[in-house]
């Protein structure tokens, strides 16, 4: 597939950002799985090449979530959060990702 060829500038919208939590710690300490924020309309092949080209590490996997937005009020008026697409990305054995941007 040549996504990464002609779509280098989908690619790099394609990450909104990443989740740092205590959930998303725990996971990434046990399954060597990073957890990202992505648009609405990511592909699984869309995360997987734009981890790869931003990052330069080998993905194993890439499993996605969709989460409703919370129903929020705010005294009469009642509103709603924006909806979230997490992606799981689960790196090779070996791999690491390095968020601060300096050479592991």
């Known amino acids: 597939m040549s996504t990464a060829a ?4 989908r690619l790099m919208q ?7 939590s205590e959930k998303a710690t725990r996971i990434a300490e046990g399954n060597n799985t990073v957890m990202f924020k992505v648009l609405r309309d990511a592909t699984k092949h869309e995360v997987k090449a734009a981890v790869e080209l931003l990052f330069k590490v080998e993905v194993k996997g890439v499993t996605v979530a969709n989460q409703k937005g ?3 009020r705010f005294g009469r008026i009642e509103g709603r959060r924006d ?3 997490k992606a799981f990305v689960t790196l090779k054995p070996g791999q690491e990702l ?5 050479a592991a």
């Not at 002609?6 to 500038?9: F, K, L, V």
């Not at 394609?14 to 740092?20: D, E, K, Y």
């Not at 390095?98 to 300096?102: A, T, V």
């Open 6 to 9: 002609h779509n280098e500038g």
């Open 14 to 20: 394609v990450l909104v950002a990443p989740i740092i």
């Open 70 to 72: 919370k129903t929020k």
């Open 83 to 85: 909806h979230v697409r």
């Open 98 to 102: 390095n968020f601060s941007g300096e």
